[in-house]
């Protein structure tokens, strides 16, 4: 089935060091990808998306490019602030599943000290 | 506009007990999903539904998980009884059709 693969955490950056999480996916049909974002003590919130091959998501100064080639949806940030510390989900939801459910990731914790 | 609304949003309950969880959608949200969080683990889906139908309870714990929709808006979910592994975060999620899924802050159950 469906499946997201992203990186261990926890991520221990200094401010405005570059970021990256690493994901993959596996997909039987054409997946739409996801970035949510999930502050202490918040909900999650969607942080980007990409629907086809070749999108790049972005939004607040992240990124992500949807790769087929690779099966990847890795999430990059230039220059992390102190309050980009959060856990990360990356996920998909199958066109293929009429459902439209979410399939997430385990999450990455991010810490960025000042 | 207001968002998802949970209640509780902290549970503490001992095993073979039952619990209810509720869920508000945002308003002229046909669908409403619940997840279930596992302490280091990502949502997973436990029921979906479209207006007061069931799309998918394909990995609902059916022996013990019960979930209602009632004219379409709110939802309840149920479990009964609990086992210590059902200590998780339960999450609802509400979207329009095909739409972006947007996530209430949760209820945190503790089984002892």
């Known amino acids: 089935g469906d499946s997201v693969t992203q990186m261990e955490g926890p991520v221990t950056l200094s401010e405005e060091a570059f970021l990256t999480i690493n994901c993959t996916y596996t997909?039987?049909?054409?997946?739409?990808l996801f970035w949510y974002v999930q502050y202490p003590g918040e909900g999650l919130q969607l942080l980007l998306k990409?629907?086809?091959?070749?999108d790049k998501g972005s939004n607040k100064g992240f990124e992500a490019t949807y790769r087929k080639e690779t099966t990847s949806f890795h999430l990059e940030k230039g220059s992390v602030q102190v309050s980009d510390s959060a856990v990360y989900f990356c996920?998909?939801?199958?066109?293929?599943?009429?459902?439209?459910?979410?399939?997430f990731g385990s999450g990455t914790r991010l810490l960025v000290r000042p | 506009e207001a968002g998802v609304a949970q209640s509780p949003r902290y549970k503490i309950i001992e095993k073979r007990q039952s619990v209810a969880f509720w869920c508000n959608p945002i308003?002229?949200?046909?669908?409403l999903y619940w997840y279930q969080q596992i302490l280091g683990q990502g949502p997973k889906l436990l029921i979906q539904?479209?207006?007061?139908?069931?799309?998918?309870d394909s990995q609902l714990p059916k022996d013990r998980f019960s979930a209602e929709r009632l004219k379409g808006v709110d939802s309840t979910l149920k479990i009964q009884p609990a086992k210590l592994e059902d200590s998780a975060v339960y999450l609802c999620?509400?979207?329009?059709?095909?739409?972006?899924?947007?996530f209430g802050p949760g209820t945190r159950l503790t089984v002892l």
């Open positions: 997909a039987t049909g054409y997946p739409s």
């Open positions: 308003s002229g949200h046909a669908t």
């Open positions: 539904f479209q207006n007061n139908g069931v799309v998918d």
């Open positions: 996920a998909l939801s199958d066109d293929g599943d009429s459902s439209y459910k979410l399939i």
């Open positions: 990409a629907t086809k091959a070749d």
């Open positions: 999620a509400s979207s329009v059709y095909m739409g972006e899924q947007f």
